[in-house]
């Protein structure tokens, strides 16, 4: 039974179309993140979200919005799709609303803008 | 402007030897540092952390050290073990604020049967 799972596993997808990432969390937890993994395999914090309220938006442009129905949910919709958003994008959740203690990430969605 | 480092981008060991993965870090507030693991195709695994309070913690084979003076540490693997090859993220927060948990860039350790 996975903890955190986000669909798709991979995305392919044509400049200036609009796609979502879904993410959902079976731990109970109270904090929820996206992340972005770039081509230099950078991993770094988009957004995160603690009880549905968005506590961290990092400087992302606005084409990136995130969506939390409820706690158990944080899901990622990219308007207008460029090309330098091609990237892994990570979904993760922890008990704390830091992440100073673990946190667990999804398997990733590998999104090309071709 | 990279607030964690970890300089070397990849690492080989034999197996049965100590894998020593090293990360620096440049903001002397953080209070908290992590690593994961991180296998290809699938996301980063929690491994072992450490509180500022503490100068190591050790997990089984893991161990971390953490040199504050220095504002390094080190992740210590013993015996090293072929399904130990990964990626190693060292990560750093604040714990005080919900400030964010900071990346390293990540060590490829692959360890040599």
């Known amino acids: 039974d996975t903890a955190v799972s986000q669909t798709p596993k991979y995305l392919v997808t044509q400049m200036g179309n609009d796609k979502s990432i879904k993410c959902e969390q079976n731990?109970?937890?109270?904090?929820m993140y996206w992340y972005k993994q770039d081509s230099k395999k950078f991993l770094k914090i988009m957004f995160s979200?603690?009880?549905?309220?968005?506590?961290i938006n990092e400087t992302v442009p606005n084409r990136f919005s995130p969506k939390s129905p409820d706690k158990a949910h944080l899901n990622l919709h990219i308007n207008s799709l460029e090309l330098g958003d091609s990237a892994v994008y990570f979904c993760a959740s922890s008990q704390d609303p830091g992440g100073w203690t673990e946190a667990f990430f999804g398997q990733g969605t590998r999104l090309t803008v071709v | 402007d990279q607030q964690v480092k970890q300089n070397s981008p990849s690492l080989s060991v034999q197996e049965g030897r100590i894998s020593i993965l090293n990360c620096d870090y440049t903001n002397s507030m953080f209070d908290y540092f992590l690593w994961y693991k991180k296998y290809p195709a699938e996301g980063p695994t929690f491994l072992i952390s450490?509180?500022?309070?503490?100068d190591k913690n050790e997990d089984g084979r893991f161990t971390v050290f953490l040199n504050k003076s220095a504002k390094h540490l080190s992740l210590h693997i013993v015996p090293s073990q072929p399904g130990d090859s990964a990626v190693y993220f060292c990560a750093a927060s604040l714990k005080t604020s919900y400030d964010k948990v900071i990346f390293g860039p990540g060590t490829s350790l692959s360890v040599i049967p």
């Open positions: 450490i509180s500022s309070i503490k």
């Open positions: 731990l109970g937890h109270d904090t």
């Open positions: 979200y603690n009880n549905k309220e968005l506590i």
